[in-house]
């Protein structure tokens, strides 16, 4: 009764808000991308995987896919007889994945139509799936379970304001969550809070967070290139603010005006979190008065006292390392924040905002080693100052938040034991490669 239920509640949302999708794929093409694989259309590098022995890593978007991309190598590396395939849901996700794990080690995730999900699982036979964070689709997890695969949570966290939803509706989540076998939990507050979600104490472990484990990213040409540009001018100093999200901007430029006061020749390289905003925040710098290079338009020329907007995909990471200061967006106004490790694995130090409830864990182990900055809106110009103006405290405060990444990490190798036990009472395993079956490596 349950599935009818919530199958007939499906559907008639998806007619209701056709028109507004439909819409929005004509306009803006966001949502065209992988459709026809949303809708169960199995794509033609999956179609004949008869002979493969399948493992289903799934990852939402760019910061789950990132995630994973550790645990996915050593799982290949755990399980070579194994395919190892990666589903996203968003395009820039699919992006990223295939960037790290070939297109023909990819898909997009279907929607959770029975339809769409049996398709998959006639197609791929997966014998373990693995979801990263808070995956919970009703149908995808009753019909994996009902077709004998083991289905696994990893880096799993239940947010402060996903939970009271949870709760409210938790004689339906406990049903829906009996399906998975087991849950590996970033945090003892997400265990406990899985628990109280109705999840059986025993399939609920403690593994840590994965993003811990997240390398470095690698240097990119605009590395060296912004270095030269900011060094020509003596630009100085450099503030990276990431990931920023829309009332943010404004707050930042007001900022930097107050540090441009006592440090006219200061860059701050501003990067949005989405894409489709660029034009909009390209406008809110003109309007302010502040001079402004945009990375798309840039040629290498020099850069002091003003704006660089990092309107592109993919570098900021490599950007950070260039940082003074370090400010990671989503956390001046109530969207929950967005991950500090990135900025910390290259030791600058960081400041955020108040609103960072998607990452309180991280964010409290930062604290509790005085590894990171936190401010109100009224207070960021002040933290500002007081940082450019003391090299010592934010050589300290950048050191202080590398080691403190360093002391959590190991999260992935913990994952693949857990997996490995996991798999090793499976029938599928113990019954040997199917005939015929290669090694899959990426492609």
Not at 14 to 24: C, E, G
Not at 382 to 393: C, K
Request: aromatic share 8%.
């Amino acid at each position: 009764m349950l599935y009818l239920l919530y199958n007939l509640a499906l559907a008639l949302g998806f007619l209701v808000t056709l028109p507004y999708w439909l819409l929005r794929i004509a306009a803006q093409g966001k949502y065209r991308a992988g459709l026809w694989q949303k809708l169960g259309f199995i794509p033609a590098h999956l179609r004949d995987m008869r002979s493969a022995r399948v493992i289903w890593v799934h990852a939402v978007s760019v910061g789950e896919a990132l995630a994973i991309t550790g645990l996915a190598e050593q799982l290949r590396e755990a399980f070579p007889e194994h395919r190892v395939l990666i589903s996203t849901t968003t395009a820039t996700g699919q992006q990223l994945a295939r960037s790290r794990f070939g297109q023909d080690n990819t898909f997009v995730f279907p929607l959770d139509f029975p339809f769409a999900i049996k398709a998959y699982l006639r197609a791929l036979h997966p014998e373990l799936i693995v979801l990263a964070e808070t995956e919970f689709w009703p149908n995808f997890l009753h019909l994996s379970r009902k077709g004998g695969a083991r289905i696994a949570v990893v880096n799993g966290r239940i947010s402060d304001r996903s939970f009271p939803g949870y709760m409210r509706w938790r004689k339906i989540m406990q049903k829906v969550l009996s399906n998975v076998d087991l849950f590996l939990a970033q945090s003892e507050t997400d265990r406990q809070r899985l628990i109280a979600m109705g999840v059986d104490q025993e399939k609920v472990k403690v593994s840590g967070n994965l993003k811990f484990d997240i390398p470095a990213p690698p240097a990119l040409p605009i590395t060296n290139e912004l270095r030269a540009a900011f060094h020509s001018v003596s630009a100085s100093p450099i503030i990276v603010a990431g990931s920023t999200v829309e009332g943010e901007e404004l707050l930042l430029l007001n900022a930097f005006r107050n540090l441009q006061a006592s440090y006219p020749n200061a860059v701050m390289a501003l990067a949005p979190r989405h894409p489709q905003r660029f034009d909009a925040v390209v406008r809110t710098v003109k309007e302010f008065g502040v001079r402004l290079w945009r990375r798309s338009q840039w040629r290498n020329e020099p850069i002091g006292g003003g704006i660089f907007l990092l309107d592109s995909i993919g570098e900021l990471g490599a950007v950070y390392s260039l940082a003074d200061i370090a400010f990671v967006g989503g956390s001046l106004v109530p969207r929950g924040g967005h991950n500090i490790i990135e900025p910390a694995k290259h030791g600058v130090p960081i400041v955020i905002g108040t609103h960072m409830e998607n990452f309180r864990d991280i964010v409290a182990i930062f604290k509790s080693h005085d590894a990171v900055r936190i401010v109100g809106f009224a207070e960021l110009p002040l933290i500002f100052l007081e940082l450019a103006g003391n090299p010592s405290e934010r050589e300290a405060l950048g050191q202080r938040a590398l080691q403190t990444v360093q002391s959590q990490m190991g999260a992935t190798a913990r994952t693949v034991a857990a997996l490995k036990r996991l798999l090793a009472a499976s029938p599928a395993l113990q019954s040997g490669p199917a005939p015929g079956n290669p090694c899959h490596g990426r492609s």
